[in-house]
Each structure stands twice: as structure tokens, then as C-alpha cells.
């Protein structure tokens, strides 16, 4: 079975650009989550959608969105980009999100903001 | 404010030996733990989670050890082979309302010599 698929792996953009993201989850999981992880930090939780609808938001400002689609897949916007939001950006998904299962996470997005 | 928190950024050992890395968590709420495993340019691998109503959870050559008392886990590796090399992350996920989300820690950059 296919894991977690992400594209694009690379991006460069510059500074006041907007990006888009895309995340496909493990097959038969509803939910999917996004985390940010910085060089030498622990991933950070953005957002976590199930059932098309956003459950909970991390401590990121408004320039950053999300949506989930009817099958499932997510994609992250990140608007104004900064200098700051260089990092990979991980997409996770689960069965439901909100029990004791682990979070399965895709290889990510390397975005580097120039 | 971290509230996972590994406090050994790195740990060296040979192959064959017991590897034992620890993570203290702050956070009454964590209920469910789980260590996931990195290499470089790749997303984390889900190695093995642990629920707080249990103090050990074994899996092969990996055995999680939780003392809540302490508010402290940790993940030994027996024995230690050279592709346990990588970057091992300690994660908690609190009960009730933010039971959405993952906390990391910095991570420990584990290396078994040959």
C-alpha cells in the first residue's frame, strides 16, 4: 500500500510569494495533519483536518491555510511568504486523529524562501 | 515553553549494545506517547507508542519504558545495529480537547559505530 505522498519535494520561492502544498493520505485514513519542522526543532503542529473539516490549528498566523477534499487529500497555503518559513513541511495522516494511533508521515516538502 | 523535552541532542554507541535514549515531558495532559525514527530526506517512521496506562511496551528489538510519576520515557534498542543510525524523535499526544495533535521534542541524533 502506498504511505503518504507529498509534492512537490522542493520548492524555492521569494519573499512575498504564496505556495501551495499538496498531501494524498495512506489509503482509508481520514484524517491528515501538517507540521512545520525548522533545522535542528522537532516537527510543529500547524493543522489537522478530518472529514473535510479543520479540528484544531497550531499557534501559525493567518497566512497560513488549509482544506481537505472530499477523498481525503489536503493541500497547505502559505501566504506573504517570510524568510522564517524556510523548513520541510510534513503531512501526516490517520484513521480518525483524535485516539491512540500514531500519525504516518510522508517524506515532506523542502520549501526554502529566498 | 517546550513540553517534550530531549535533552540529549546526540548519543554514540557500538553495534551490539544497549542504545537508551530519554525524553521528560512537562505536560499532565500527555496520555500516549510515541518515538519515531528520521533519516535525512526522508519524513519520520513511526517506531513504537506507548499508552499511559501502561509503564513498558516491547517490540522486537525496541522496548518503550514510561514512569509517569517522573513524567519521564525512554527507548531502548537491543542490540544496536548501524542502520539505527538516524535522528529519534519522542512525541506525546494530550486526552480531551487538543487529543488532535502531536508534541515533539528536538530529537536525539542516534550513530552505532560497527
Known amino acids: 500500500d502506498a504511505g503518504v505522498t507529498q509534492s512537490p519535494t522542493h520548492l524555492i520561492k521569494t519573499r512575498g510569494q504564496q505556495v501551495t502544498l499538496r498531501c494524498s493520505p495512506i489509503?482509508?485514513?481520514?484524517?491528515v495533519s501538517w507540521y512545520q519542522q525548522v533545522l535542528g526543532q522537532g516537527p510543529q503542529f500547524i493543522f489537522q483536518y478530518y472529514e473535510k473539516e479543520e479540528r484544531g490549528r497550531g499557534n501559525f498566523p493567518d497566512r497560513f491555510s488549509a482544506r481537505q477534499f472530499p477523498n481525503y487529500s489536503s493541500e497547505l497555503n502559505v501566504n506573504a511568504l517570510l524568510l522564517g518559513d524556510s523548513a520541510l513541511y510534513l503531512c501526516?495522516?490517520?484513521?480518525?486523529?483524535?485516539?491512540?494511533?500514531?500519525?504516518?508521515f510522508g517524506d515532506g516538502t523542502r520549501l526554502s524562501i529566498l | 515553553d517546550q513540553q517534550v523535552k530531549q535533552n540529549s541532542p546526540s548519543l554514540s554507541v557500538q553495534e551490539g549494545r544497549i542504545s537508551i535514549l530519554n525524553c521528560d515531558y512537562t505536560?499532565?495532559?500527555?496520555?500516549?506517547f510515541l518515538w519515531y525514527k528520521k533519516y535525512p530526506a526522508e519524513g519520520p517512521t513511526f517506531l513504537i507508542s506507548i499508552s499511559s496506562i501502561k509503564d513498558k511496551n516491547e517490540d522486537g528489538r525496541f522496548t518503550v519504558f514510561l514512569n509517569k510519576s517522573a513524567k519521564h520515557l525512554s527507548l531502548h534498542i537491543v542490540p544496536s545495529q548501524p542502520g539505527d543510525s538516524a535522528v529519534y524523535f519522542c512525541a506525546a499526544k494530550a486526552s480531551g480537547g487538543s487529543n488532535y495533535k502531536l508534541t515533539f521534542g528536538k530529537g536525539t541524533l542516534l550513530t552505532v559505530n560497527p
Open positions: 489509503s482509508g485514513h481520514k484524517s
Open positions: 505536560n499532565s495532559m500527555f496520555d500516549y
Open positions: 501526516a495522516s490517520s484513521i480518525t486523529g483524535d485516539s491512540n494511533q500514531p500519525q504516518h
